[in-house]
Each structure stands twice: as C-alpha cells, then as structure tokens.
C-alpha cells in the first residue's frame, strides 16, 4: 500500500526565505507525482504536475524535483511571499491497472510566511 | 472552461437525513474522482470513474455511501442515512486520460455538517 509523508508538518518563515518542503513514497510505482496548494476554505490548487520520466518541473518561484528510486520529491520555493501562505499537499498517481486513479496524498505542510 | 464545479458548496443536515452531493467535472475529461477530507485523515479517495464507470469503489465507507455517474458530465455522492461521523469536505476532481495531461483538478468542495 502507497504511504506518502510530508515533512515537515508546518513551517514558519520570514518573507523573503527560501525554503524546501519534502515529500516521501514508500512505492517508486508511480505515474507521476503532483503538487497542489490548499488555501483554508478552498479547494485545492494544481501547482506542479511531474510525469515519472520527469526529474523536475519549474514554474514561476516554484520548482518541484522527482527521484523516483528513492521515492522524494521537493518543492522549492523561491523568494517566500506571505501569499504563499497556505498547505502545501503532494499525491502520488501507481502506474497501472485499477489502481492508476488512485492519487494518494500526504497529510500536508502548512506554510507560513510572516511579512 | 469554469473547472469541476460541485454544489451546494455547504450542507448542514440532520442525523439520519439523506444527502446529495453533485459534481460536474471538466469537460473531456475521462476521469472523475469523489475524495473526503477531515483533520484526522486527511483526503481520502473513496471512488473514481473512468468514462462513467466505477473503476474502484474500496474507498467507500458503508453501504449508506452510494456514488453515481449517468453521464460525462454529471456525478452525484450520496449518503442514505447520514450520521455526524461523516461530517468532513467532500471533494470531486476530474482528470484526462492517462494517455494525455494527467493533471487532477479539484472542485472547491462541500462542507458538510450533519448534527
């Protein structure tokens, strides 16, 4: 069964830092990993989508990372804001069968940048 | 496209009553996803569709959980009767298929709150 950790739970910067949040697979079975940001209340946001070929995945501040063998990935965040304030959520898709819609997600890291 | 849309976005009800959660996911996607999220648990899928069919269903809870898809636009979760446990966010999420974009994106939810 696919557990995925995220490490570490909450994390508190000042604005301006830059900063890594690490998600953990125990299976390297996968399809692709992806990162999403929950704001409190919402719903949750597609960040960065990594296909399993994939080594990393960059878009505006962000950059997320994939080693599948070892089952990481990181999410790099450049320049922190207090807008990037939120939880940060990573899932993992297996690769086939009946269990490819199977997106398994970590508990979360919930970030706060202070101003 | 507006993305999944789900409805009501909140739902209070009492122990007992039925409830209907409904879900349009995004047009051409192929995949479409019922997940729950509490504090204790975090998300949890509980069933997806792939083309309108139920694929994997071993999330589901109880048979008091029954989930539907009558067309490719239209999905609806129920649950007959409700109790307070399942007092959590009920999330959609719809996805292309995996020959394509896999990316998942999510509806902004339904708080549920049975009393």
């Known amino acids: 069964k696919q557990e995925v950790t995220q490490i570490p739970a909450a994390l508190s910067v000042p604005e301006g830092e830059n900063l890594v949040l690490n998600c953990s697979f125990t299976?390297?079975?996968?399809?692709?990993l992806q990162w999403f940001r929950q704001d409190p209340g919402k719903g949750l946001t597609s960040l960065l989508l990594?296909?399993?070929?994939?080594r990393e995945q960059t878009s505006g501040r962000l950059n997320a990372s994939l080693d599948k063998s070892s089952g990481r990935s990181t999410l790099y965040i450049a320049a922190s804001q207090p807008g990037d304030s939120a939880t940060y959520l990573c899932a993992v898709r297996p690769t086939g069968g009946t269990s490819y819609g199977k997106l398994t997600f970590g508990q979360g890291t919930i970030l706060t940048v202070h101003p | 496209d507006a993305g999944v849309i789900q409805s009501p976005r909140h739902e209070v009800t009492e122990m007992g009553q039925e409830v209907t959660l409904r879900c349009k996911p995004i047009s051409g996607h192929d995949y479409l996803f019922w997940y729950r999220q509490t504090m204790m648990r975090g998300l949890e899928l509980l069933i997806y569709?792939?083309?309108?069919?139920?694929?994997?269903d071993s999330g589901m809870p109880e048979d008091r959980f029954s989930a539907k898809m009558p067309n490719a636009s239209f999905s609806t979760l129920k649950i007959q009767p409700s109790e307070p446990r399942d007092s959590a966010v009920y999330f959609c999420a719809s996805s292309r298929d995996r020959l394509m974009n896999t990316e998942a994106f999510f509806g902004q939810g339904t708080r549920l709150t049975v009393v």
């Open positions: 569709f792939n083309n309108n069919v139920p694929i994997d």
């Open positions: 299976d390297s079975a996968i399809y692709n």
């Open positions: 990594i296909q399993s070929s994939q």
